[in-house]
């Protein structure tokens, strides 16, 4: 109602007065149309004014100079892994904040919580630094249901699924998050998920996929993205493709190949978008990369176990090749911490020892993420272009694309390699993904959206993370507005928890 009444002020030419207003800034609205000098006026959570501030009369409380500043929509960061960091005791999400980040998606994977409202709830309670959504999780649902067998669902379990991926609609997820790589999840055959994914569209919901395989373990990454069409398909889903990649040797250069899938189902209706990091390792676990699923049958106890089995070994050897080799796994986090920044070779050499046995004995020991070095810059480059894909991170602790995926996007190639204009990049970073996602009033410079804006400098702004270093700060974000609240002020964290839950469909504004 305030808004409206803000709107109707202004066309009978009364003066009106808002909250904050940023002058003189660079705008970028999230449309891919070029920058214009304009005003943003916000009032309470609301934009409510884009514009001339003088000319129309407008006058603020606060007045922030955006002068020499881009000015564009806050990000939104369709993948994240910030569920625990967020009902943590350090809700502030700093890291996303100083890339440019007001609203992260988590419980991707399939690993998204059952209790969706307990979640949201909480978040309440406490506080958060962005605004976030939740998926409903397909592994998680398997699991509370199946536990971690390989086996068949019953039709009464399979009901049992569908209930718990009802209740998490209902609940506000955004749909259903699979990780098809992953155990349990994996576990699942094409069939079972199509029944989940019936259940989230029934309600609106979409369906995000870490796909069956992004390399030559199994089906292949082909494979994997016709499976996920079929899915799509048969449920009458809208289709997310996390991460989009081609991994490993056996699969470079199929980026064209995987595009033109995708362009052939769009062409036939079905709806298909993507996210993508700009680096060339992606984060994963040592179990994950080299242990095949039937060792994990069980549980983790199980598949401790297994591990001296010689078929294990063997097919653990297949997948390093597959991976490239033992030069690209990073060791990236671990309980011994001086494994920490060594490849799985550098360690089988100061060991004496086969790669395999090394990681072996680092699983025993409680496992290890890693950086995975295996994805060409050229297959990068190719689906960044493509106008269904947009910037996601899927940050993880010890990786630096949790503290640097949209600065170093913006870094590499727009400001030096010109792959992609500054226009494309916000807005495939901000507008495009709400769309995507069904995020109700995000991602736009527009009156009565709410006000996720950030300010910051084009010739400056950078990531630092690196993997050696994965928990550095990126710099030149000036000035990160959440809600309309002041969230970072010349470059520092102000300790503002202005976030929200974010649930599909219409959402209110404090205003109204």
Known sequence: ??????????????????????????????????????????????????????????????????????????????????????????????????????????????????????????????????????????GTVRQEVMGMTDAAPSPEQVETMRRLVTQGMSEGALGLSSGLFYAPGSYAKTEEVVELAKAAAAQGGIYDTHMRDESSYTIGVM???????????????????????????????????????????????????????????????????????????????QMLTRLSDPKLAAEMEKNLAIRGGAQ?????????????????????????ESPVAVAIAIIRDGGAGVASLNIQESDIENFMKQDFVVTGSDGSAGHPRKYGTFPRKLRIYVREKGLITLPFFIQHSSALTAQQLHIDRRGLLKEGYFADVIAFDYAATTDKATYEHPDL??????????NGQVAVENGKYTGALAGVPVKPGVTKSKSQ
Do not use: C
């Not at 449920?235 to 064209?256: C, E, F, M, R, T």
């Open 1 to 138: 109602m305030r808004y409206l009444i803000l709107l109707l002020a202004a066309t009978l030419g009364y003066s009106q007065t808002v909250d904050i207003l940023l002058t003189g800034g660079q705008v970028f609205d999230g449309t891919g149309s070029p920058g214009r000098v304009a005003d943003i006026g916000i009032t309470r959570d609301l934009i409510t004014f884009v514009g001339d501030a003088k000319a129309n009369g407008l006058k603020a409380r606060r007045t922030i100079s955006a002068a020499g500043l881009i000015v564009s929509p806050g990000f939104i960061d369709p993948h994240t892994h910030t569920l625990e960091d967020l009902s943590g005791p350090k809700p502030s999400n700093e890291e996303y904040l100083l890339q440019g980040v007001t609203t992260v998606v988590t419980g991707n994977d399939g690993g998204g919580p059952i209790g969706i409202g307990k979640v949201f709830d909480q978040w309440k309670r406490q506080g958060i630094g962005t605004n976030a959504a939740l998926y409903i999780g397909q």
């Open 473 to 482: 700060y990126s710099e030149g974000m000036k000035y990160v507005l959440v």
């Open 223 to 301: 494979g994997a993205i016709r499976e996920s069409i079929a899915i799509a398909k048969a449920a009458g889903i809208p289709l997310h493709i996390s991460h989009i990649k081609v991994q490993g040797p056996s699969v470079w250069g199929k980026s064209d190949e995987a595009i033109q899938l995708i362009r052939a189902a769009q062409a036939l209706g079905v709806r298909i978008s993507a996210d993508q990091y700009p680096y060339t390792g992606s984060g994963t676990s040592l179990t994950a990369s080299l242990v095949p699923r039937w060792a994990q049958v069980g549980g983790n106890a």
């Open 328 to 352: 690209l796994l990073l060791i990236t986090t671990a309980r011994d911490k001086k494994l920490i920044g060594n490849t799985l070779e550098q360690l089988a050499k100061q060991r004496n």
